[in-house]
């Protein structure tokens, strides 16, 4: 069941960008920061592909993704701003995010202070929900905001960088080629699933 989910939801993911271009990078990493789990780990690598084949341009591909994060924050940000930790904590399931999602953020901002909204936009899984702390702290917006584009940025260079060299390399593998797609999904099975059991097990446990 999970399987079938993960492939429909890698194919929605391929269809929106060969279709829409740098749009839709932008608006798939927009819909990954409004905190729905839509893992970024699919979606930049796929760009990066197609940076590969030249049917789009690198630098766009990994700006598009940093300006969507930008955008998703917003939203969540400003739940987090005007609904307070009371409102998350009662209504978080609602928009996807656990009590251990927010605890996770809150430790982050609690070490690092701002430039938590850094790093974080680096690191799989807790990038989705760093917002929401944000918000509820009301750390100033030009802060958060550039510190959330400049992170993106890089982890979009990260992943549309994978995607690349992913594509440069497809003619070695050729031969192989059935046997490469295979890995290739069942990786992304792997990785998709980590990340949803991850995340849904935490709102289940509450």
Same mark, same amino acid.
Do not use: Q
């Given at each position: 069941?999970?399987?079938?989910?993960?492939?429909?939801?890698?194919?929605? +993911?391929?269809?929106?960008?060969?279709?829409?271009?740098?749009?839709?990078?932008?608006?798939?990493?927009?819909?990954?920061?409004?905190?729905?789990? !839509?893992?970024?780990?699919?979606?930049?690598?796929?760009?990066?592909?197609?940076?590969?084949?030249? &049917?789009?341009?690198?630098? =766009?591909?990994?700006?598009?993704?940093?300006? *969507?994060? @930008?955008?998703?924050?917003?939203?969540?940000?400003?739940? *987090?701003?005007?609904?307070?930790?009371?409102?998350?904590? #009662?209504?978080?399931? %609602?928009?996807? @995010?656990?009590?251990?999602?927010?605890?996770?953020?809150?430790? %982050?901002?609690?070490?690092?202070?701002?430039?938590?909204?850094?790093?974080?936009?680096?690191?799989? &899984? +807790?990038?989705?929900?760093?917002?929401?702390?944000?918000?509820?702290?009301?750390?100033? #917006?030009?802060?958060?905001? =550039?510190? =959330?584009? !400049?992170?993106?940025?890089?982890?979009?260079?990260?992943?549309?960088?994978?995607? @690349?060299?992913?594509?440069?390399?497809?003619?070695?593998?050729?031969?192989? %080629?059935?046997?490469?797609?295979?890995?290739? @999904?069942?990786?992304?099975?792997?990785?998709?699933?980590?990340?949803?059991?991850?995340?849904? #097990?935490?709102?289940?446990?509450?």
């Amino acid at each position: 069941m999970l399987d079938t989910i993960l492939i429909h939801l890698i194919n929605f +993911i391929e269809h929106v960008i060969e279709l829409t271009g740098p749009f839709g990078i932008s608006l798939l990493m927009a819909i990954e920061s409004c905190n729905i789990p !839509l893992p970024s780990e699919t979606i930049l690598p796929f760009a990066g592909y197609l940076v590969s084949k030249g &049917v789009m341009n690198f630098h =766009t591909a990994a700006f598009a993704g940093a300006f *969507g994060c @930008v955008i998703g924050s917003i939203p969540s940000y400003y739940i *987090g701003y005007f609904g307070g930790r009371p409102f998350i904590e #009662k209504y978080g399931k %609602w928009f996807f @995010v656990s009590k251990k999602d927010l605890e996770d953020a809150d430790k %982050w901002v609690d070490k690092y202070g701002d430039w938590a909204f850094f790093i974080c936009r680096m690191l799989p &899984v +807790i990038r989705t929900f760093i917002s929401l702390p944000a918000g509820i702290l009301r750390a100033r #917006k030009r802060t958060f905001f =550039t510190l =959330t584009f !400049l992170g993106s940025l890089i982890w979009s260079y990260l992943l549309v960088y994978v995607g @690349v060299k992913m594509g440069e390399n497809m003619e070695m593998f050729k031969h192989l %080629w059935h046997k490469f797609d295979a890995a290739i @999904v069942a990786g992304c099975i792997v990785l998709g699933g980590l990340y949803l059991y991850k995340h849904f #097990k935490h709102l289940n446990e509450e």
